[in-house]
């Protein structure tokens, strides 16, 4: 069994910054590619960025890179979105999910996902 639990969604002016964690248990983390999406009212749940299971290769959506960075602690079993110089556009729900294809892209590849949390920036 896999469980993914994420945390550190808050409340941020524009231009400030939040990490999230990705806290996994199961089998999932030192063998998937663990990603973080994002889904916003009336929106699409959209992929924001990824990371493989060694760590070595990411993927960041156009709209965030230069201002997110993912990243994972193997002996803490977790994934981190650092996300820098916020803006509004940013507001969603924010949700860690597991894969096992390398640098999967499609949202149907990810089999197991966290409960979500909230990331609001304020203009």
């Known amino acids: 069994q896999v469980r993914l639990v994420e945390s550190g969604g808050g409340l941020v002016q524009a231009g400030g910054s939040l990490r999230l964690s990705c806290a996994a248990s199961g089998r999932t983390f030192n063998s998937d590619t663990i990603a973080w999406f994002r889904q916003a009212p009336g929106k699409e749940r959209e992929l924001v960025a990824g990371?493989?299971?060694?760590?070595?290769?990411?993927y960041y959506t156009d709209s965030v890179k230069g201002r997110f960075t993912i990243s994972r602690d193997s002996a803490k079993n977790t994934v981190y979105l650092q996300m820098d110089t916020l803006k509004p556009e940013d507001t969603a729900v924010y949700y860690c999910a597991a894969s096992p294809r390398f640098l999967a892209t499609m949202i149907s590849s990810y089999d197991y996902w966290g409960q979500g949390t909230q990331v609001t920036v304020s203009s």
């Open positions: 990371i493989s299971r060694s760590g070595g290769s990411t």
